[in-house]
């Protein structure tokens, strides 16, 4: 086994936060049965879905050059607040850490790196007033697609650090699910695809 694909709750980091109650998190489960795991990315905490991890130093090279080299497919569900059109469209907007507000992020024409989201509509979300869309982020930032959204006029239904306090009350957590990933395998480089259910 060269890696290991983990399908992510929504409230668990993937790897351990400042203090002794936030030493539970992904990479801890999956390396107290695989101990030469290692991680490749992130979700964020509030997000749930795929997340990949390398057996060994070799292998955590290789697909961590994949992601760097955007060999790596990720795609994502998400219920948004309102109805941005029929799509499908993209969201090309420069991204920067908010400082005084971290951990968030912010669109910032002039410091923000390049990021890229494509998003398709999917159909009408679960509760009133809301759209379910599958999202592929180009880029890799931080907080990406929630800010994305977010700065057009459509946060993520739950999202608790970006939405209006309505939106964000309205589900019992981040409507965001990290659902395919599509990857070169890091010992072959045959292309191979995982899925997970989206639970929202």
Same mark, same amino acid.
């Given at each position: 086994?060269?890696?290991?694909?983990?399908? =992510?709750?929504?409230?668990?980091?993937?790897?351990?936060?400042?203090?002794?109650?936030? +030493?539970?998190?992904?990479?801890?489960?999956? +390396?107290?049965?695989?101990?030469?795991?290692?991680?490749?990315?992130?979700?964020?905490?509030?997000?749930?879905?795929?997340?990949?991890? &390398?057996?060994?130093?070799?292998?955590?090279?290789?697909?961590?050059?994949?992601?760097?080299?955007?060999?790596?497919?990720?795609?994502?569900?998400?219920?948004?607040? *309102?109805?941005? *059109?029929?799509?499908?469209?993209?969201?090309?907007?420069?991204?920067?850490?908010?400082?005084?507000?971290?951990?968030?992020? =912010?669109?910032?024409?002039?410091?923000?790196?390049?990021?890229?989201?494509?998003?398709?509509?999917?159909?009408?979300?679960?509760? &009133?007033?809301?759209?379910?869309?599958?999202?592929?982020?180009?880029? *890799?930032?931080?907080? +990406?697609?929630?800010?994305?959204?977010?700065?057009? *006029?459509?946060?993520?239904?739950?999202?608790?650090?970006?939405?209006?306090?309505?939106?964000?009350?309205?589900?019992?957590?981040?409507?965001?699910?990290?659902?395919?990933?599509?990857?070169?395998?890091?010992?072959?480089?045959?292309?191979?695809?995982?899925?997970?259910?989206?639970?929202?």
């Amino acid at each position: 086994m060269h890696c290991i694909v983990a399908d =992510k709750p929504a409230g668990l980091l993937c790897v351990p936060g400042r203090g002794d109650d936030k +030493q539970d998190c992904l990479s801890a489960r999956v +390396q107290s049965i695989h101990p030469d795991a290692l991680i490749v990315h992130r979700l964020d905490m509030a997000t749930s879905g795929l997340c990949v991890f &390398a057996r060994g130093l070799e292998m955590q090279r290789r697909l961590s050059a994949a992601f760097a080299g955007r060999e790596v497919r990720k795609t994502y569900e998400a219920v948004v607040w *309102g109805d941005p *059109g029929p799509g499908p469209g993209e969201i090309d907007l420069p991204l920067a850490a908010d400082w005084p507000n971290r951990p968030r992020q =912010k669109v910032d024409a002039q410091h923000g790196k390049p990021s890229l989201t494509r998003w398709w509509r999917e159909g009408p979300g679960p509760v &009133a007033g809301s759209t379910r869309l599958r999202l592929e982020p180009v880029t *890799g930032r931080s907080h +990406q697609l929630r800010v994305h959204l977010m700065a057009i *006029g459509h946060p993520i239904v739950g999202d608790s650090l970006y939405a209006p306090e309505a939106v964000a009350a309205a589900a019992p957590r981040l409507w965001l699910h990290a659902g395919r990933l599509e990857l070169p395998h890091p010992a072959t480089g045959e292309p191979v695809a995982w899925h997970s259910r989206v639970p929202f």
